[in-house]
């Protein structure tokens, strides 16, 4: 698995907040430089209202197989294996959100990857309990953007608290 996007704490706000405040959606750009094919998407949110002590932080997944289309990419990115890419004592797992009160945090795992030079490739949306959507680009000048939506299963996260303290990441696993 290789990290495409993430959003964590900003030193104001966490993750989630800005999820909600877009009812749900997160939007990010796939890596333009990366083979066209195959590819599993894992969208991650790790809850942390309980992560002051081991094994208190939640994770909360969902999966999809996506086809990238449209580049002509070679880019081989760094991977990492799960289990395996995270350690339960990694700061951004282990913390105390509470007290003292947090000032900058540490998203665990590897870092983002990002192409030297990119072109234009579909951006995606993830509805947090639904579906996962492709905005396919227009030629310049159209306007226009193409919509094209497949279903995931629902998630089932219950989980509440008096803190908006899940912060979100995005995985490709390489192409099969």
């Given at each position: 698995?290789?990290?495409i996007?993430?959003?964590g704490?900003?030193?104001?706000n966490w993750g989630?907040?800005?999820?909600?405040?877009?009812?749900?959606n997160q939007?990010?750009?796939?890596p333009?430089?990366?083979?066209?094919?195959?590819?599993?998407?894992?969208?991650?949110?790790i809850?942390?209202?309980?992560?002051?002590?081991?094994?208190?932080?939640q994770f909360?997944m969902?999966?999809?197989?996506i086809?990238?289309?449209?580049?002509?990419?070679t880019?081989?990115?760094?991977?990492?294996?799960?289990?395996?890419?995270?350690s339960?004592?990694?700061p951004?797992?282990?913390i105390?959100?509470?007290y003292?009160t947090v000032?900058?945090?540490t998203i665990?795992?590897?870092?983002?990857?990002?192409?030297?030079?990119s072109?234009?490739?579909?951006?995606?949306s993830?509805?947090s309990d639904?579906?996962i959507?492709l905005?396919?680009p227009q030629p310049s000048?159209s306007g226009?953007t193409?919509?094209k939506t497949t279903?995931?299963?629902?998630?089932?996260s219950?989980?509440?608290?008096?803190?908006?303290?899940?912060w979100?990441?995005?995985f490709?696993?390489?192409r099969?």
């Amino acid at each position: 698995w290789f990290k495409i996007w993430e959003d964590g704490f900003d030193g104001t706000n966490w993750g989630v907040t800005r999820m909600i405040a877009a009812h749900g959606n997160q939007t990010f750009t796939i890596p333009t430089c990366i083979e066209p094919g195959n590819y599993f998407l894992r969208a991650e949110m790790i809850a942390l209202h309980g992560a002051s002590v081991y094994p208190g932080a939640q994770f909360y997944m969902e999966c999809a197989q996506i086809n990238v289309v449209g580049s002509t990419g070679t880019a081989t990115p760094s991977t990492v294996s799960f289990p395996g890419a995270y350690s339960g004592s990694d700061p951004g797992i282990l913390i105390n959100i509470y007290y003292p009160t947090v000032t900058s945090y540490t998203i665990p795992g590897p870092p983002v990857f990002t192409c030297v030079s990119s072109t234009l490739l579909p951006s995606m949306s993830i509805v947090s309990d639904t579906s996962i959507v492709l905005y396919e680009p227009q030629p310049s000048g159209s306007g226009s953007t193409t919509a094209k939506t497949t279903t995931t299963s629902k998630a089932t996260s219950t989980s509440t608290t008096s803190k908006a303290t899940t912060w979100v990441t995005v995985f490709l696993q390489c192409r099969y």
